[in-house]
């Protein structure tokens, strides 16, 4: 499926307008480091980094032609009700009378939430971390031509026993997960290749293990110096002394055998792509069998269940 795009009348139109610098987007799977990034960046002095407000996957073109009044006050109304939003604290009365005074847009609306709380905290760019974000890269830069997209992507079989470990186990887990991953790089892809300018994918591995230069690199790339308290940050998080933990080894001595035989079947191409070896896993004749009768067809089945939600959740 092909990222959203704005059809609306303005959408040639540049529609950010306010005083702040281009917003600041982080986006990729959960696990793969977008939070620790958000973290960090939103120690800089000049930047206030919101996570989740879900103004994009939630509201975007849910609502009609935002210059209807009565589409804009339906829209209103149920960002206003949403707790993720609520967060934010903001103001309905000023909100109503700016949004009249530019382009009746969602990416100006959204803009208007996020930038009155930047001020609020005494900051003077504002950017936000979500899952999948990516998948509205068109509308984003059509409506912010200045904003900046970090997409973070890690090893899926390392990812995948970050998030084995802390969630229920459900069959077909590793397939709707090998799903989710493949059609994340394929949007990193994509977005990096029309928008190289304001698209940066980066790499859990290298962030983890080079903390200090993989952010000095993501402030140079977004035009914002690299201050000291950034590295405060770093020690407090103990991103520099990982050591590898939660990268390579770790599928080496936890992992079942046949669910990184799935993973490096059906993601073998993109894994080789992104600099990710496959590891030469010999399964026993019993695991053999179980893996070509069980665990294949019913991960095969939750891969695909992951593209049928995926459609009907990003379209």
């Known amino acids: 499926m092909s990222p959203s795009r704005d059809t609306k009348r303005h959408s040639s139109v540049k529609e950010y307008t306010f005083a702040s610098r281009g917003p600041i987007f982080i986006g990729g799977l959960a696990h793969s480091g977008k939070t620790e990034l958000r973290?960090?960046?939103?120690?800089?002095?000049?930047?206030?980094?919101?996570r989740r407000?879900?103004?994009?996957?939630?509201?975007?073109?849910?609502y009609g032609d935002l210059g209807s009044p009565d589409n804009f006050e339906r829209?209103?109304?149920a960002m206003l009700s949403e707790k993720h939003v609520q967060v934010l604290e903001p103001d309905p009365i000023r909100i109503?009378?700016?949004?009249w005074q530019g382009l009746p847009t969602y990416a100006r609306l959204f803009a208007l939430f996020h930038d009155h709380y930047a001020s609020r905290v005494g900051k003077v760019r504002w950017g936000d971390q979500l899952g999948f974000i990516e998948h509205y890269a068109d509308p984003i830069f059509a409506a912010y031509p200045e904003a900046k997209m970090f997409h973070m992507i890690r090893d899926p079989r390392t990812r995948y026993q970050s998030t084995k470990s802390l969630s229920r186990q459900?069959?077909?887990?590793?397939?709707?997960?090998?799903?989710?991953?493949?059609?994340?790089?394929?949007?990193a892809k994509r977005n990096q290749r029309l928008y190289p300018n304001q698209y940066k994918v980066i790499q859990y591995e290298s962030f983890a293990l080079q903390p200090e230069q993989t952010l000095r690199d993501v402030c140079a790339f977004i035009g914002e110096d690299y201050v000291t308290a950034m590295r405060t940050v770093i020690e407090a998080t103990s991103l520099?002394?990982?050591?590898?933990?939660?990268?390579?080894?770790?599928?080496?001595?936890?992992?079942?055998?046949?669910?990184?035989?799935?993973?490096?079947?059906?993601?073998?191409?993109?894994m080789l792509a992104c600099g990710y070896s496959p590891e030469p896993i010999q399964l026993s004749c019993?695991?053999?069998?179980?893996?070509?009768?069980?665990?294949l067809p019913i991960n095969w089945a939750g891969m695909m269940a992951w593209h049928t939600l995926k459609n009907r959740r990003l379209a």
Request: glycine share 6%; aromatic share 16%.
């Open 39 to 50: 973290l960090l960046l939103s120690s800089h002095p000049n930047i206030s980094l919101t």
């Open 53 to 62: 407000t879900y103004m994009w996957t939630r509201f975007y073109n849910r």
């Open 75 to 77: 829209c209103l109304t």
């Open 96 to 99: 109503r009378r700016e949004f």
């Open 170 to 187: 459900r069959k077909g887990k590793v397939g709707w997960d090998t799903g989710r991953w493949l059609y994340s790089v394929s949007l």
């Open 240 to 270: 520099g002394d990982k050591q590898g933990d939660g990268l390579y080894s770790e599928f080496e001595l936890e992992a079942n055998s046949r669910e990184i035989t799935f993973v490096q079947t059906y993601a073998r191409h993109d």
């Open 286 to 295: 019993s695991d053999r069998l179980l893996f070509y009768c069980v665990d």
